[in-house]
């Protein structure tokens, strides 16, 4: 379905350990499946960074079949690659 698809970004902004990361996802993925959305290639990473800096954000984008095309399209880019 168009409107329950989504793909998660829970960036780590660069003092946050990836075990935070992860339960701090496990958390998200169970109150986005909760609420009936699908997710697709959820991506937990430390993409855009700053030195030292504690926390994370959280991105998400809804999706339907073009935009979820687009998404798995091939890529490669200063903060991201994907194949």
């Not at 993925?29 to 993409?47: F, K, R, S, W, Y």
Request: glycine share 8%; net charge negative.
């Amino acid at each position: 379905d168009a409107g329950n698809r989504v793909a998660v970004l829970l960036n780590g902004l660069g003092n946050t350990k990836y075990e935070e990361l992860f339960v701090l996802y496990g958390s998200v993925q169970a109150a986005l499946q909760a609420a009936g959305l699908a997710l697709h290639h959820p991506i937990v990473d430390e993409m855009v960074t700053s030195l030292d800096m504690a926390g994370c954000s959280l991105s998400l984008l809804w999706l339907d079949d073009e935009l979820q095309a687009l998404f798995d399209a091939p890529c490669a880019s200063a903060a991201y690659v994907h194949v």
